[in-house]
């Protein structure tokens, strides 16, 4: 049976394998975060406690983005009376 550990690391490297290909390594290091090496390092979650931190640090990244994103359309509208919330 396979413990806590081994299973988060087959999450993170099917995580890994999923973004992969799809240009996520690059923003780290064009952002001055990573280097491409690194950044290879997380897909194949060489160090679990590095991709875990990077993991939650890009989740969190993208969530303000979309916070951001969902303020600015907010302002665009002309008629604001049947706005969805973003927590919905």
Known sequence: MLGGLH???ASLVVLGDHLEGRGWTGAPVQAGVATSETTD???KASHVARTRRDH???ASSLYLL???AY???IQ???D???VV???D
Do not use: G
């Open 56 to 58: 939650q640090a890009t």
């Open 76 to 78: 665009t509208l002309e």
């Open 80 to 82: 604001v009376s049947n």
């Open 41 to 43: 390092s997380f897909l």
């Open 71 to 73: 303020r600015e359309s």
């Open 66 to 68: 979309q916070q951001s």
């Open 85 to 87: 919330p973003f927590e």
């Open 7 to 9: 299973i988060e690391m």
